[in-house]
């Protein structure tokens, strides 16, 4: 455990395991079992997130530590090689404040439904498709 992390479980008794949004300002917890995924790195409750990873999830070795708005959601094609190529995973997209990186996050069993409805209402599909495409290729876009 980190000096941070001990020094935040002492202030929130029963927070340890927990970080503060840094949009809303709301306590989180980490616990896969509330949320249902390993590596959170996004508010249940205002959606935003935090540019933590640089490569792969859970790496934790991004230096830019911005807070990291949700743009749209996207689908995660399916690792299925020979079944039919429909369905998939849902993703929520955040696109970072500071260096415009984009980001898929695992939506979590806890995440607001209206929020990610709102996401969905205000998602310009015409202007971040080609985007979009390109991050789930496994490619940074232009």
């Known amino acids: 455990m980190s000096r941070k992390d001990d020094r935040n479980a002492r202030r929130h008794p029963g927070m340890a395991g927990s970080f503060q949004c840094l949009h809303c300002g709301a306590w989180v917890a980490l616990d896969p079992v509330f949320s249902g995924v390993q590596n959170r ?13 640089l490569d792969t999830p859970g790496d934790r070795l991004s230096a830019c ?49 209206e929020g990610l409805l709102e996401v ?17 290729l496994g490619r940074q876009p232009a």
């Open 41 to 53: 790195n996004h508010c249940p409750y205002c959606l935003w997130s935090r540019h933590l990873d």
């Open 120 to 136: 969905y209402a205000r998602y310009d599909s015409d202007v971040e498709e080609a985007v979009v495409l390109a991050c789930l």
């Open 65 to 113: 530590k911005a807070p990291m708005q949700p743009v749209g959601l996207a689908l995660k094609p399916s690792r299925q090689k020979y079944g039919p190529a429909r369905g998939g995973e849902l993703m929520l997209v955040h696109r970072c404040s500071q260096c415009d990186k984009l980001v898929f996050n695992r939506i979590a069993a806890d995440d607001d439904v």
